[in-house]
Antibody, heavy 115, light 111 residues
Framework: EVQLVESGGGLVQPGGSLRLSCAASGFSFSSYWMTWVRQAPGKGLEWVGDIKQDGSEKKYVDSVKGRFTISRDNAKNSLYLQMNSLRAEDTAVYYCVGGGGHDYWGRGTLVTVSS | QTVVTQEPSLTVSPGGTVTLTCASSTGAVTSGYYPNWFQQKPGQAPRALIYSTTNKHSWTPARFSGSLLGGKAALTLSGVQPEDEADYYC???????????FGGGTKLTVL
């Protein structure tokens, strides 16, 4: 059974940092680009960024460039999202997504940026 | 700024057929945009339905199909079931910038 389990969400003050993790199992993690997608409360989905199989390429939506960093550890089947200089508009559920056709989704972890 | 546009809402009767579309502000959507479609029900994570325009996942019900229609990506539901009531999102790939962009979503009501 494929599982993607996100963790690390929580309440953080504006300007603060948070690191999200995603533990993958049940599929060949190292074979696929991995993606982070977020959804603000009551809003639609937003592609945040992704990372190539070997971590050599990373792409980000403009709104997070320079603040967020995606990384992975294929030995641990894990994906990470380091979020710095957080803003209120980063408040969202963050989903970890994997598979060649964005097949597999985690349940998400909620990040709330508020003072 | 690239914008992907979907119908905000659609209503269909049980057993009917409905087509949702996905347009790009940059012009006609082609297979090179690798259109993906996702279904999201309240309180749940999205579920992948279609990738690369027409390809179904192993769990995608046969009544869902993807295509290109009039310069847009399209998702057609034939023989709609009450459980198909959900939000549907398309996702397009912009190769020049190597970025993906979601559409705003379509709220499908089965009534």
């Amino acid at each position: 059974e494929v599982q993607l389990v996100e963790s690390g969400g929580g309440l953080v003050q504006p300007g603060g940092s948070l690191r999200l993790s995603c533990a993958a199992s049940g599929f060949s993690f190292s074979s696929y680009w991995m993606t982070w997608v977020r959804q603000a409360p009551g809003k639609g989905l937003e592609w945040v960024g992704d990372i190539k199989q070997d971590g050599s390429e990373k792409k980000y939506v403009d709104s997070v460039k320079g603040r967020f960093t995606i990384s992975r550890d294929n030995a641990k089947n894990s994906l990470y999202l380091q979020m710095n200089s957080l803003r209120a508009e980063d408040t969202a559920v963050y989903y970890c997504v994997g598979g060649g056709g964005h097949d597999y989704w985690g349940r998400g972890t909620l990040v709330t940026v508020s003072s | 700024q690239t914008v992907v546009t979907q119908e905000p809402s659609l209503t269909v009767s049980p057993g009917g057929t409905v087509t949702l579309t996905c347009a790009s502000s940059t012009g006609a959507v082609t297979s090179g945009y690798y259109p993906n479609w996702f279904q999201q029900k309240p309180g749940q994570a999205p579920r992948a339905l279609i990738y690369s325009t027409t390809n179904k996942h192993s769990w995608t019900p046969a009544r869902f199909s993807g295509s290109l229609l009039g310069g847009k990506a399209a998702l057609t539901l034939s023989g709609v079931q009450p459980e198909d009531e959900a939000d549907y999102y398309c996702l397009l790939y912009y190769g020049g910038a190597q970025l993906w962009v979601f559409g705003g979503g379509t709220k499908l009501t089965v009534l």
